[in-house]
Each structure stands twice: as C-alpha cells, then as structure tokens.
C-alpha cells in the first residue's frame, strides 16, 4: 500500500444536505487558494490545468448520476500562475442515504502531491496482482476520461 506522509495531505468534505463546502489549510496551501476564498468548485477549476477540466468535472459529478462507487481515486494536473504543472493524487469517499446506493449525501476526500502520474504498465500489473474486479487506474496523459478504484489496492 502506498505511504503517505500525513503532513501534506488536504482534505475536502462536501455535505449535499447541508449545502456546507469544507477545505483544510493543506488542501488550500496545495490548491495554492488564499484562507480567505470560499471553497467552491469553480475556484477549483481555476487551478486544474485545462486539459483535465472535463475530467475532473466527471469524476466530481460522479456521485450525482447515481451507481457511483463509495470509494475513488483519480490524478489530475493542476496549472499554477507562473506556468508551473504539479500533479495531484485523490481519494475519495461518497456517503449514501441509509437504504440507498444512489443518493450521494456527503463526499469527502484526500489530495496529495505526487511526483508523476501512475503509468499504465504499473496500474496493469497492480490490477493482475491484486485480483481487483474494478477498473485500474489510468492516468490523464494516457487520454483516459475518469476512473474508479477500490483505494485499498492503489499501490
């Protein structure tokens, strides 16, 4: 399983309920989003590089089409100000209505850093080695739209 250093991990939480939006000062410091801004997903979108917008949009509207998995990840770029392209790492969790599987009330997720993209040859071989039944992973350079895995085989 993947290590994470705990330090720089943001976190997100959004209640589909309550209408609350919630950002860490990680996560902020990683968007590179001043304290003062709201948390609000087109403030987001500023920041993601502009080749992974519909994507992040995809995977961001998952839990809202219904049969989304409860648990996903997925790698995206974010563009900052001075040209600069980092890449970011979430994990995400939906929260059902009890009784249901397609009423998302609450998601709430990881982002970290990560060097590179996982590439396709490593997601192959984790999916081979792990038996997962779900979709490996693949990354935005290799031109896929979104995806969902199981967080507990990400290596």
Known sequence: MKQWDMRHIGIFDINFDSG???WS???RRILRVPNGM???FLILLQHVHPDDRRALV???MEPLQGECAPHRSFEHRLLDPDGT??????????AF??????DAVRV?????EIAAPKTSATAIENFAST???EVAPMSLAEKQPCYCTNPLTYA
């Open 20 to 22: 609350e939006h919630y």
């Open 25 to 27: 000062a990680e996560l």
């Open 38 to 40: 709201p948390p609000e």
């Open 58 to 60: 995809a995977f961001a």
């Open 85 to 94: 392209v980092r890449w970011v790492h979430i994990e995400a969790g939906t």
């Open 97 to 102: 209505r009890p009784g249901s599987k397609r």
């Open 108 to 112: 709430i997720g990881l982002v970290t």
């Open 131 to 133: 038996g997962n039944r």
